[in-house]
């Protein structure tokens, strides 16, 4: 990633500099958050259009409500996740949605971002936990050039998909591990650590046979 010639502060400690043809303004001046639409169970006609909850996809519908791509915001429940669909989507009443009818930033790019602002940390609820939009609105917005968040999306995209990559096949030699773990537990138990100990059937299909003797 280039760095830019130039920064100033951008007034928030947790933020600092920012580069100098940046501003940072409330996030209500870059993007809306719309209101998902009520969708009960019985009502999901089983098509291909992904219906979003709070927590991600909860259903197919035959009817979306958005453009595609589109943000979808937990409300209620899992309030503040951020959930990023390709396709045009139906989110439901508890969750927000953002699409290019509700922001002039790249999409991919706003997930980003929205990502690091900790939506999830503020309720309006003790009970029922629920992400405020008045709130969120308040919350610090990056404005920037269209070229600079897709230049960042890039960059982004290549760079975790590197990490999910390779947390994938960590994932797969840990689950080797495990087999093999599995493995020689089981040898052990059962047939002892003794390689020239004689045999014997138990009459257990599921053991089948075991060492006879220690020596």
């Given at each position: ?8 502060q951008s ?46 996809i ?5 009817k ?36 290019s ?38 919350m ?46 089981n040898?052990?138990v ?26």
């Amino acid at each position: 990633m280039r760095k830019y010639p130039n920064y100033k502060q951008s007034g928030l400690d947790w933020l600092g500099e920012i580069p100098s043809g940046w501003d940072c303004k409330k996030l209500k001046r870059i993007t809306r958050f719309a209101y998902g639409d009520s969708l009960s169970d019985e009502n999901r006609n089983g098509g291909e259009v992904p219906v979003y909850g709070s927590n991600g996809i909860v259903g197919f519908h035959d009817k979306a409500i958005t453009k595609a791509p589109c943000i979808i915001v937990g409300r209620k429940g899992s309030y503040g996740r951020i959930n990023y669909s390709e396709k045009a989507c139906f989110p439901i009443d508890t969750s927000y949605f953002i699409d290019s009818t509700q922001t002039k930033c790249d999409l991919r790019w706003l997930t980003y971002f929205l990502s690091i602002l900790r939506l999830d940390e503020n309720t309006l609820d003790d009970t029922v936990p629920g992400l405020s939009r008045e709130w969120a609105y308040r919350m610090p917005g990056l404005i920037l050039s269209l070229s600079d968040q897709q230049s960042i999306v890039r960059f982004l995209d290549y760079k975790t998909g590197q990490i999910d990559s390779f947390i994938a096949n960590r994932q797969k030699q840990i689950e080797l591990l495990k087999e093999q773990k599995a493995g020689i537990i089981n040898k052990a138990v059962i047939k002892g650590i003794n390689p020239d100990a004689k045999m014997k059937q138990v009459g257990l299909s599921g053991l089948g046979r075991y060492q006879r003797g220690g020596k």
